[in-house]
């Protein structure tokens, strides 16, 4: 069964979570990604919960792998674009090792920026993310492709350019691997059609109830 992620990102300010929680139609296969503090609601609703993020240093701030792992949420995001201005590849590599160790699922994402794409660097950068973050890690993880230049920008490549991608991914390392990046209702039924992938990674739409619910159906043919 594919997998549906939602990145809550901060998306809700609490109000619309009560709705948010009655509404979505979850399954086992959906994983939300709440900000850290709402998710408790989420386990008490029975969501399959993952956090953003996890630290790796007991400081003022963060919350550790063991605290998340003993709350009763099984994955983690590591690698996301929008932290790795502050996170490089080896960063991330101790994060991915912690998380490992402290029995959490890791979806880890990569992909390239535009420059890099515009470069023909693609396939380098993502062999590069792949191979530093992965370094030392014999376990499996799960692999978000998401190119940054369609990270919330309505722009999402082609059929064919993500085959080619995410098979250059699973030849390197055999794990599922999704799609992230401007995923929505409008262009999902499209995106069924690539028959390599194993799931998405969806920011803004997993916020919209409706789009959501549209994407889950979709993906799960009701
Ligand atoms: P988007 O975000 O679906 O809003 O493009 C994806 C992500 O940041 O993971």
Redesign the pocket.
């Known amino acids: 069964m594919k997998l549906i992620?939602g990145?809550l990102?901060m998306y809700f300010d609490g109000s619309e979570i009560v709705n948010y929680l009655n509404c979505v139609k979850f399954n086992d296969n959906v994983i939300i990604l709440p900000s850290s503090i709402h998710i408790p609601y989420f386990l008490n609703k029975g969501f399959n919960v993952g956090v953003q993020n996890i630290g790796l240093f007991n400081v003022t701030g963060e919350i550790s792998a063991l605290q998340v792992k003993n709350l009763g949420v099984s994955y983690v995001?590591l690698g996301?674009?929008?932290r790795r201005n502050i996170e490089n590849n080896g960063y991330v590599n101790l994060k991915v090792k912690e998380s490992l160790e402290n029995g959490l699922n890791v979806i880890l994402?990569v992909g390239e920026s535009l420059d890099e794409r515009n470069n023909n660097l693609t396939k380098d950068v993502i062999k590069r993310q792949l191979d530093e973050c992965l370094n030392g890690i014999d376990e499996s993880v799960i692999i978000?492709y998401?190119p940054v230049w369609?990270?919330?920008?309505?722009i999402v490549p082609s059929n064919d350019e993500i085959s080619d991608i995410v098979c250059f991914i699973k030849n390197l390392y055999p794990y599922r691997v999704l799609y992230?990046?401007?995923?929505?209702y409008n262009n999902i039924a499209e995106l069924e059609k690539c028959n390599v992938l194993d799931g998405y990674?969806?920011?803004?739409?997993?916020s919209i109830i409706s789009d959501f619910n549209g994407i889950i159906d979709c993906v799960y043919k009701k």
């Open positions: 992620v990145n990102k995001l996301h674009s929008e994402c978000a998401e369609a990270i919330g920008t309505g992230g990046g401007s995923v929505n990674l969806i920011g803004k739409s997993s």
